[in-house]
């Protein structure tokens, strides 16, 4: 008895923690001291790098680079002509946004998951859907703003 009591008391401890691994939520806030990165697809042979990087105001900045977290920082910021822009939404741990640039609209709907950030998109150029895990890169100096 003492074995069965003590085993659905040890899995009824664990068990909030394993659902929130499983769907995205709010178990971890955004990270805003570094960059967020995902494989894409390479360019002339050189891996490339999906990044984005978030903002306390609720702005996120996106960008793909064959640039490590490191090389990129020094530019990545929202001052770059080149970097995508978007306002992060969060509904409940559900986070959404619409990266703009010149090459058109993306659609990102997503959340934490365990370590991962995990993003389902929509391109409105051509229709097509993906998904994404991004993993945080902490980087130490990060271009300034100002």
Known sequence: MKKLLFGSLFFLLLA?????????????????????RSPAPAVEDMPSW?????????????????GSPHQVAHWFNRRYPNVAYGQ?????????????????????KGGLRGHKLHFDTFN???GKRASFDYLFVPVAALADEN
């Open 16 to 36: 909030p923690g394993l659902a929130a691994a499983e769907t995205p939520g709010k178990e971890a806030p955004l990270q805003y001291d570094g960059v967020y």
């Open 124 to 126: 409105h150029s051509d």
């Open 88 to 108: 992060v939404a969060n509904n409940d741990g559900v986070l959404t946004f619409t990266i703009v640039s010149d090459q058109g609209m993306v659609d990102y």
């Open 50 to 66: 999906h990044y984005l990087r978030f903002y306390p105001d609720g702005a996120v900045i996106y960008a793909i680079s064959p």
